[in-house]
């Protein structure tokens, strides 16, 4: 089938669903496949609870007017994605329509949601749903905007170098953010230089493409690498566009902007000295997109974080920090400063392992451990991971059941807590 004749199709049933478990009346059905999985097995299952059509890579045991095949599925989803971004190269006012990227080690989807607080204050904007980042998550974030859009925020996670080359290619993004280059996916990756040429494939889209970039003016390393990129808009604590420092971080964050916005004070639900920079981007690309400052303040200000990313939980007289969706050792490092800041005297550090540190993993498991060691506890946990493997004097449980059992059996009175661990470690198990 033509892409054109797909794209018609699509644009009838622009509902797409890759997994039969949540097919709904006239969806189109994509059936994906990978090494535990394969969607083609379930593309009948798909029609009989409602699908319009299902595309598939393998030839059906039926035969069936409906089932449309393809040379590969995943291929056909991304030059869906594709053509379907292709027409949002002018709108109908004759604008270009953005499309912003964001990437990074730490900090994208916080900034991902911060800045779409402030960009709908102001236009219809799109954004990545969820942690919906890779091969597949692009595609159909792409898929999901609808014609009335106005700006669109599309996030890219990536753990291997040519991957943000990938996803440019079919999002074509006008604007681009790479929130920091930090110790994440180090096995992938092959290193930290590693790390910074592959976010940067962002920048060398944008350098090729008369695109915009939004650096966070702070970091030297993103200056170089921003070299040559036609536009770029500065953000960080000093000699930027916008600039701005922490006013208070015993408690929720609160930021004062001193450069490029008539802002005092931003308010915010969110914990941690490692969210100015998040901050300021929204408030950088608020700016640069006309949003008026009282509506960047009041979106910020109202923007309540969830999905177990720099939340703060007042429990039984006790303060839990929970940032457990992820973790590697920059964002440790940070989380862990940041909380010896805070305000209490009883401080309780339960955390889960690390993962995707390759042949670094037990020297950064064990310079955590360290750095913890600096400090006066009333407890620490350490869960999973290569925890296992390395000498230290704390609690240690397996898993994050098991620290659950033990946290159930804690009489904790106005203590301070911290829960931050990689996915796999399932750190917010601990509070259930």
Known sequence: ??????????????????????????????????????????????????????????????????????????????????????????????????????????GKTTSKELVHAVLSAAYKTYTTEGNLNNHIGIPLTILKIKPDAEVAIIEMGANHQKEIEAYCAYTMPTHGVITNCGKAHLEGFGGEEGIRKGKGELYDYLRHHNGSAFV??????????????????????????????????????????????????????????????????????????????????????????????????????????????????TSMKAAIENFVKMEGSDKVLILGGMMELGSESLKEHQALVDLIARYAWKDVVLVGGDFSKINHSFLYFRNSAEAKEWFKNQQYSHAAILIKGSRSTQMEKVLE
């Open 1 to 106: 089938m033509q892409m054109s004749a797909l794209y018609k199709l699509y644009r009838q049933f622009p509902s797409i669903q890759t997994d039969t478990r949540k097919v709904k009346e006239a969806d189109l059905f994509f059936a994906l496949k990978g090494p535990n999985f394969n969607g083609n097995l379930f593309a009948g299952e798909a029609l009989a609870k409602g699908a319009a059509y299902a595309v598939v890579d393998e030839a059906p045991e039926t035969e069936d007017e409906r089932i449309i095949q393809v040379a590969d599925v995943l291929k056909t989803l991304q030059d869906l994605a594709l053509h379907h971004r292709r027409q949002f190269i002018v709108s109908a006012a004759g604008k270009q329509i953005p499309f912003i990227a964001i990437t990074g080690s730490n």
């Open 216 to 329: 966070m003016w702070d970091y030297d390393y993103l200056q170089k690498m921003s070299k040559g990129i036609p536009q770029v808009i500065t953000y960080g604590t000093k000699g930027a566009g916008i600039t701005g420092f922490v006013k208070n971080s015993t408690g929720l964050l609160e930021v004062s902007i001193t450069a490029g916005a008539n802002i005092d004070s931003i308010k915010t639900n969110l914990v941690g000295e490692y969210n100015l920079p998040n901050i300021l981007l929204a408030v950088a690309i608020g700016k640069y997109f006309n949003v008026p400052d009282e509506k960047i303040k009041l979106a910020l200000e109202n923007y309540i974080p969830s999905n177990s990313r720099s939340q703060l939980i007042e429990k039984h007289s006790n303060k839990i920090i929970l940032d457990a969706y992820n973790a590697n050792p």
